[in-house]
């Protein structure tokens, strides 16, 4: 299997060419107040612009030294500008992604069918693809890039996907049924198929997605617009302490210079955090995109992170598409070696994916060194009479030239064959195969001329690495739940070895829906993901519902994300996705706001040193003069932005060990770390400062 | 060991014991269990009838505050008028004045809202009538408004959701007659039968062993003196409160006194835990506080143990440590012990005189009372630390990947709002009112008030600056202290800590209650692994970094003006 690398470097130099020019786009107040922290950043640089301009008319030196002004002028500036590099390095990384993708199915050639109340007969009509409108339907044929999204309505094709999942290996989609749906960009390998379209030009969910990540349609999420809310507050605590500090100094007869307070005040607020915000945002959808997952909205990958209940269906999530067998049991009086040989017979007739695990197997007993196919031509070197699988006889074999005649199938339809012919019921092998069911598995018993001489154990094959992921899983704090149509003794077997926490049994479409609705009354939120039209429902009633791109439309429209890979296991790296969306800006709020002890030790004693000697004892940094204090603590102020976008653009690791000992990690990197970084990085700033003034 | 340290510690120790049996008594009145004191039950249910109260009702958040609120309106207007034309009332022996209408505007308030700033002294400024009626009674009521407010705060959280936090006029009157009233007569007991004062005669006149007659200001005071402490309440009857020795006449008194006003803030923390079942988050609760408290008090007694370093430059010992403005009869450890326990539950008495601390002692007075939860006033002081837990779930929720939730209900926009208000409000009474006093001395020293600006501070510099400081902590802290080296009888003072007084009261209460009735009314999520347990160790170091962290932001460049540059210029 190919997967196509969809990896960008952080520092791209097209995106960065891109974001620096949209950096000073946003410098456009409408944007700037979108973000309160930020803007007051703003609003201090134009007051510092406003002094330095005086200073220049006037000659005033009542503010410090006019080189000085501007040198915080420009510090100031270029915070501003990093913030909002990092949105727009952000948004450019997201845009970039969803380009490529959309780059897919531009312009492509439409074989429209008109319908035949336009003109007298159906007819085919050529167009570009975004003349299609809603209910258009369009005809595909052999090596057609299919034009729009849409849904078979005729036909059955193979279709080449891998320009949306990376995925090489052809994929079978036919009209009816759960895999009726295509996507654009997309090609057609063989046969002919018409689609309706079903999106309007510019609606498509890679369209939404683009949109969300411009940030036109962006919307805060419910935990983001709290975050701005403590933060604004945080930001308001420091306008009262610089306010404030102006008649303290005034009492403490110490003048201080507009360049002081504000550069006071640009410290404090949560600068590095609120740079940062919405670059974690953008950089949690694009993570999400680079999964080859399309979220519908912001909210649902933070969602994602909050998932307490996960429904997995078995097939394809738990285990591997089809049972194999994994045991011969040959009846008493039987060696081991012919029973195998018998069933070999029995089932090179049979072409369905057991028959040929069976095969397999012996071949694997039998001789090592031997191919496959080699085994099997051995076996084929008698001429022998295949006997099909029918509904009456509920078996198949081999009839050999001398009249012997194998036959292999379910226990009870074998049972009967031999019962009905004077043959007895060898009580091991009744024994073995109730032994078998109860684990899970599935007991095909064979006879030879209705006499029975064993019976072959086959078995579902759990994913390997499963029970990590469930384990991974369960530390976080999600429950897991496999759905199946097993009964129940198989349910519980494969659930129990899977090490999942609950399973449905004989599960039916509503009772997925029952299982999430009695979650959710209890509080809990739920995640699915499925594909069919039945499932639909229950995707919309789920928090995160992801529908497979394979998928019907109403499951694709039902859902909130849609996964273009097709693959079962990716909700458990939405649920990280999601986590890691909000560590990010937890950690960095802590790390932002723990920093501003460090400024404060720099910048308080800078302030009132002439006046108060004493106060000499709080630099404990030793920083040089009071000029040189002020401008490091601004610099270490504006360069932090920079030197964290590569982490608020990848996320911080989310490692699964529990709530509590998550708390402590973080914060004694993001909090401790934040209190002593800040010191080492002002000192250094310091006496790099030293060297020019 | 020393005996001195000894007796802060015994103390402690006692104050705790005796916490723990109350905080379950006080679970079993609130919810309806039996308890000994069931025979207040026809009193409770006559003030139910003659009020009008149906004790069954139910109320939700909002219905709740309302009620609250009217009734302390009316209180204020009862107690204003009352002060005002005190001496047209009886019981007034001595023939005080009326107090003038700041002066009874702040005092009103000062009372009403459990702080106890006194700009005036007892002996002269009230009459017995108002002693009792207004100043006492103010006294009963603003602790049980501050436990009631709580107790709604414990409705919400025992339930997994409801709108329900029971009803106001119940939980408050049975506060009164269940807790306040039985343990506060108690005490007068114990404190007049060690020499307080209670009887109803005007001054008396001795005569010195210098053969000079003074007069000694007495009244009914062992009530009040009871009250005062166990309702974290802190006005005195006499000026110079628990430092006069007909207030607090011995060590034993000093002793008893310390663990009255310590008692129902620990108490309410022990039933907060049994109340609503979850005893580890209240021991975690009390641990971070305990923590908190003995951060605050162990540089306070070493700087107050070890004496003033100007004296000791002068060659003078200092074998009992730093004496200045100290009663010998309860020297320098348990002095300094209470000017750290009433700062930081919001008491305000003094049993010394905090302007005569140590300056690294009044920085650690001051910071008890910007933080103001550990242990906190009576109620009020585990509200303020909900905050404080609201933001540092919010913040360690995000931390570990998960929307935050507290005790099954998440936090979102609307309570994150509240609680950042709320703690905003504080930065702004107390930088915002220290501004205004040193603007005012600076740019206005002699502004026509009735007092001219320059004349209010008796100290310069950094200890005048601590002065007007002090003063707003303490009134946005509802706590009552001083540092008395500042006029502050007059217009200004009146009407700006007035202000400040009675915004920091009600605002800190409204918030947290709505915060709780918001939240208990979300549906509840049960936890599982990734949920961050708000009752662990973690969490506890978590809140407790908040608080540090929240106050250090706020209040540092202040504190560096006045305290810090005070301690640092003495080094």
Redesign the interface.
Known sequence: MLKVKRETKLFEPALVHTAIEQSFIKFNPRLMVRNPVMFTVALGTLVMLAVVMWQMITHDSTQGALWYNVVVFAILFLTVLFANFAEALAEARGKAQAESLRKTREETPAKKVVSPGDIFVKEIKLLPSSQLRLGDRFVCEANDVIPMDGEIIEGIATIDESAITGESAPVIREAGGDRSSVTGGTKVLSDRIVVQVTTRPGETFLDKMIALVEGASRQKT??E???T??L???T???I??C??????A???NTPITIASFISLFVC?IPTTIGGLLSAIGIAGMDRALRANVISKSGKAV?TA??I?VLLLDKTGTITIGNRKATHFYPAKHVDEQSFIDLAVYSSLADDTPEGRSIVELAAKRSNAHASLEQFRQQHLSVPLTFVKFTAETRSSGVDLPNGTKIRKGAFDAIRNMALDAGKGMPAEVEEKVKQIAGDGGTPLVVAVNNEIKGVIGLQDIIKPGIQERFERL??????TVMVTGDNMLTAKYIAGKAGVDDFIAEAKPEDKMNYIRKEQA???LVAMMGDGTNDAPALAQADVGVAMNSGTQAAKEAGNMVDLDNDPTKLIEVVEI??????T???L??FS??N??AK?FAI??AL?VAS?P??Q??NVMGLKSQGSAILSAIIFNAIIIPLLIPLALKGVA?KPI???A???R??LI??VGGVIIPFAGIKLIDMLLGTFM | MNTELFGVIITFLLTVLLAMPLGKYITKVFKGEPAVTDFMHPLERLIFRVSGIDPAESMNWKQFLKAMLSINLLWFVYAYFVLLFQHKLPLNPDGNAGQAPDLAFNTAISFLVNCNLQHYSGETGVTYFTQLFVITFLQFVSAATGIAALVGVFNGLKEKTTNDLGNFWVIFTKSLTRILLPLSLAAAIVLAFNGTPAGFNGRDTITTLQGDTVQVARGPAAGMIAIKHLGTNGGGWFGANSAHPLENPNYFTNMFELVLQMLIPIAMIIAMGSYIKRKKLAWVIFGVMTIGMLCLLIPTMVTELNGNPAIAQMGVAQATGAMEGKEVRFGAAASAYWSIVTTIISTGSVNSMHDSSMPLSGLMQMLGMMINAFYGGCGVGLLNYLLYII?AV???????????EFM?HK???GE??IA??V??LS??LV??G???A??M???HPEMALTVKPAAWLNNPS?HG?SEMLYEFTSASANNGSELEGLGDNNMFWNISTGIVLIMARFIPVIGPVAIIGILSNK????G??????TD?L??G??TF?VIV?VN???F???L??GP??EY??L?
């Open positions: 419910p935990n617009i709290a975050l809310i403590l604004a507050a945080f308001l605590i420091f009262i302490v306010v404030t500090l102006k008649p303290f005034d009492y403490a404090l933070e992170g909050d307490d369960r530390k976080m704090g999600v429950k209890s509080g809990k999601g986590k890691q969306l909000l560590i800006r937890g950690t709020t802590t706001i723990a501003d002890v404060y308080v004693p009132f108060i004493a106060l004892h709080l989310y529990g709530a509590g998550l708390l402590r973080n914060l993001y909090g | 933001i919010f913040i360690s929720g995000l931390m570990v990947g998960r929307t935050p099954g936090v979102e926009a994150i709002k950042s208000l703690c905003l930065a702004l930088k915002g220290a501004a205004l040193a603007y001395v600076t740019h950094h600056f549906k509840y999520i049960p599982s692994a990734g949920t961050l347990r662990s973690t969490f170091a978590m970094a962290i250090a932001l706020s540092f460049p202040a560096a003006l810090i540059a640092l210029s080094q």
